[in-house]
């Protein structure tokens, strides 16, 4: 267990709503990600960090920002959701480049 | 382009027999390639990880093989269980700009039956 928690674990909202999901961790991981996971397609990897205040895109971050003002927390906020956006959002965290990541419960997003 | 193929897309077996799943992938530079399991609810979890070096790495009843010259690996599941009912998932990760980027498989759906 490497200590993540998701939340809010399941969300409904309406287009064009603002969405702010959240990833806590409490082992001092450096890395973090956050992923969605829809049928059909592989896990997807949207940004990640590697380290306070350092953020990159991943392969399908368009729509989606991020931030870690702080270790322990690493924000996904979907500024103004689409129904594109459903789906599971997996939040994950590593300790260095060679390590395997740790995965939270996911979140299900659905926007109507 | 960065892609992953896991084959079958589906598999169902009796408890007790073995079973193996297939990865190939395009992946390049290649760094490390790992096999998570993914129970229906939960996030994956790390099953093995294999280097460029190594062609075979054991997990308890699993066991992975890498043939890095045709980009394949499998992983081979003995005496399966009916916790071994999963999503089983192959992840190659290249290097970039100093991090390791992942490409994630669409998985194999394994269903063991009493």
């Known amino acids: ?112 | 382009k960065n892609q992953v193929e896991q084959s079958p897309q589906s598999l169902i077996i009796l408890e007790g027999k073995n079973c193996t799943l297939q990865c190939n992938y395009t992946v390049s530079p290649f760094s490390n390639l790992r096999w998570y399991k993914q129970d229906t609810g939960r996030g994956p979890v790390s099953l093995t990880i294999m280097t460029f070096s190594e062609n075979t790495k054991s997990n308890g009843r699993y066991t992975a093989t890498l043939d890095a010259d045709t980009k394949q690996s499998s992983l081979h599941i003995t005496a399966s269980q009916l916790s071994d009912s999963a999503s089983y998932i192959c992840v190659v990760s290249r290097a970039s700009g100093g991090s390791y980027i992942p490409t994630f498989g669409r998985g194999t759906s394994l269903i063991v039956h009493p």
């Open chain 1, 1 to 112: 267990d490497a200590g993540i928690t998701q939340s809010p674990r399941h969300k409904v909202t309406e287009t064009g709503t603002p969405v702010t999901l959240r990833c806590h961790q409490t082992e001092n991981h450096r890395y973090m990600y956050w992923y969605r996971q829809d049928p059909g397609h592989g896990l997807r990897l949207i940004h990640y960090s590697y380290g306070v205040k350092d953020t990159d895109k991943g392969e399908v971050s368009d729509g989606y920002s991020v931030s870690r003002s702080k270790t322990e927390d690493f924000l996904l906020t979907l500024e103004s959701a689409t129904s594109s956006q459903t789906s599971v959002y997996f939040c994950a965290v590593k300790q260095g480049l060679n390590q395997p990541q740790h995965f939270g419960d996911g979140t299900r997003l659905s926007i109507l």
